[in-house]
């Protein structure tokens, strides 16, 4: 069973929104509270990603169950410029864009299951789950 959502992300409201959205589908999922901050803080710098330094994307929310546990799956795709060197970008304190460069490498940490597909010239595809315990 899967139900989904998608959402624009082109401006800094609409990294609101995405936050707003995932905090939703979070409490859906059942989700702890602490699970929730881990997810939305991750959506917020994914969103924000997609928004700064490929000028902009969007964003699946889907529920999703493994017969098992529910869980939240996130897919941040968007056309910018794709990243170069994955393995450089996920490492702590490598930016582009003059942050503390904990971005990708911090999400990654926050979720449960984290995937990168990117080459220069293709865009960027992240998927992240986060599933409830």
Request: hydrophobic share 40%; proline share 4%.
């Amino acid at each position: 069973m899967t139900t989904s959502d998608e959402l624009p992300i082109k401006s800094n409201s609409d990294v609101v929104l995405v936050r707003q959205h995932v905090r939703t589908a979070a409490v859906n999922v059942g989700l702890s509270l602490v699970d929730q901050t881990k997810v939305v803080t991750a959506a917020s710098e994914l969103a924000r990603n997609a928004l700064v330094y490929a000028g902009g994307g969007q964003v699946r929310i889907e529920i999703v169950n493994n017969g098992i546990r529910k869980g939240l799956r996130l897919a941040f795709s968007d056309t910018g410029p794709g990243i170069p060197d994955i393995p450089q970008a996920l490492t702590d304190g490598w930016t582009t864009g003059g942050g503390l460069g904990l971005g990708l490498s911090g999400s990654r940490r926050l979720v449960d299951e984290f995937d990168l597909q990117s080459a220069p010239g293709e865009g960027t595809l992240i998927t992240v789950t986060k599933w409830a315990r």
